[in-house]
């Protein structure tokens, strides 16, 4: 943490700025601690880098160039106004191109390695309001300042490939465990991405509208907001194993986390002295951050946030592995102790 004495107000918005922020100021543990984990797995980025290689960036950028509306002064301006003020206030360097893509589906993404742009559907900017777009726009820039648009488009990538690779099980096995782990991955970095979203546009309704509406909402009057929150609360505390067995099947192949369980992550955060001490301006700086040299760091405040979750979920599934996890610590203890061993030096021999 700094002093806030770079704090300002955006140039063309009574928003805070946030001079020079890294992303690391409001990265979720868990995708930290996910992204540190895909660092450390050896040999992985070879595999990532040959992956990227195999194909043109330049084909990505040409297909959206021939394919959807980019965003400028002269097409979609109003939005162009979003993507420049949203990008001012993250104090990115240079603000990512946007497309407009037809798709009657709801759908954002940021895709790209070395000029990620940003890719918007139609149907999601016809079903959402100015201030909630505002915040979809903010969450792909907070992929982007993230570094996430890189394995994102790896991943797209993957996927394309994994069904060219359907008739070969060894290499489709293999690409398969590639792929749960940056699924894994991204499903936490969303969470990161819903972070920054908010601090763009400092306006948690505007995210949960768009969370409402993504999870089913076509009339918010018809809506009620505790009953919505309440629904999260009941998922995660699921008083039946058979239940708890269903979360991990459902979510094994999605790329995003659903949409429930979003909003009430993210209107969590808002609620938080976190979120607080960013908008007052005490944040860490990209000048003072070196990612690289904090992987224990990040391994170990991912870690934490795990054992938090599984200490106060309720979850069956989870207090079974808790239960178990804790016999087996404490009949290990005793078993060192009859011995006159102590367990965390039993490796040194």
């Not at 990161?192 to 089913?216: E, I």
């Not at 919505?228 to 986390?257: C, T, W």
């Amino acid at each position: 943490m700094t002093d806030n004495t770079e704090h300002e107000v955006s140039r063309s918005t009574s928003r805070v700025r946030f001079p020079r922020i890294s992303p690391r100021a409001y990265e979720h543990p868990a995708d930290r601690g996910a992204m540190a984990t895909l660092r450390a797995v050896p040999g992985l980025a070879e595999v990532l880098k040959t992956v990227a290689g195999l194909f043109s960036e330049r084909g990505e950028r040409l297909m959206a160039l021939a394919s959807a509306i980019r965003v400028g002064e002269k097409q979609y301006p109003k939005i162009n106004q979003l993507r420049l003020e949203s990008a001012e206030v993250l104090d990115l360097d240079t603000p990512p191109n946007l497309f407009i893509q037809r798709s009657p589906h709801a759908n954002a993404m940021a895709i790209g390695i070395d000029e990620p742009f940003i890719v918007v559907t139609s149907g999601l900017v016809e079903a959402i309001d100015s201030e909630s777009l505002r915040w979809v726009i903010g969450h792909e820039m907070g992929h982007v300042l993230s570094g996430h648009a890189v394995l994102r488009t790896i991943l797209l990538r993957l996927r394309n490939m994994q069904q060219t690779m359907a008739l070969l099980p060894p290499g489709a096995l293999a690409l398969r465990a590639i792929l749960a782990a940056l699924n894994e991955w991204f499903r936490k970095a969303e969470l990161t991405a819903d972070r920054a979203g908010l601090l763009v546009g400092q306006d948690p309704a505007a995210a949960l509208r768009t969370h409402l509406y993504l999870a089913g909402s076509t009339d918010l009057t018809q809506i009620d907001i505790p009953s919505f929150l309440q629904q999260a609360k009941e998922y995660e505390e699921v008083d039946d194993i058979r239940d708890s067995i269903h979360k991990l099947r459902n979510v094994e192949g999605m790329s995003h986390p659903f949409s429930v369980v979003r909003a009430a992550q993210l209107q969590r955060w808002a609620a938080s002295d976190e979120y607080r001490e960013i908008l007052t301006g005490q944040y860490l700086r990209r000048d003072d951050d070196a990612p690289t040299s904090n992987l224990g760091d990040d391994l170990r405040s991912a870690a934490k946030s795990y054992k938090d979750s599984f200490t106060n979920s309720t979850d069956p599934l989870v207090s079974l592995l808790n239960t178990v996890g804790s016999t087996i610590s404490d009949t290990a203890g005793k078993v060192f102790s009859k011995f006159g061993a102590r367990p965390d030096n039993s490796a040194a021999n």
